[in-house]
């Protein structure tokens, strides 16, 4: 049992580059959050971190076989200028 009603957060990040979304800086600090989820690039790195993210789910629980309040987070970065991010269900 815990002491403190806390949540467990994993996040897995990936990165591309702007050239992958064939974008500048610019527009894609002004494209629109559901804009850049639609991008297959991005699709492709969020459906990589969910696979990743449910090895770790699982990897936790064998480990320490008692009930997780686990947050799963796929993160991508759009070079340096962008992050967009789902959160990974169960």
């Known amino acids: 049992m815990r002491q403190y ?4 957060h994993v996040l897995e ?5 702007l050239d992958d979304v064939k974008m500048t800086g610019k ?8 804009d850049l989820l639609k ?6 790195s969020i459906e ?7 090895h ?10 008692v ?4 947050h799963t987070y796929a993160v991508v970065s759009l070079g340096f200028e962008r992050l967009v991010f789902v ?3 169960v």
Do not use: C, H, M, S
């Not at 990589?48 to 449910?54: F, G, I, R, V, Y």
């Open 56 to 65: 770790y789910r699982n990897a936790l629980i064998n480990r320490y076989k």
């Open 5 to 8: 009603q806390l949540l467990d």
């Open 87 to 89: 959160e990974i269900g």
């Open 48 to 54: 990589e971190a969910a696979k990743q993210l449910n």
């Open 67 to 70: 009930e997780l309040r686990l």
């Open 27 to 34: 527009q894609a600090k002004e494209t629109p959050r559901a």
């Open 39 to 44: 991008l297959a690039p991005v699709q492709k």
């Open 13 to 17: 990040f990936k990165y591309l580059k």
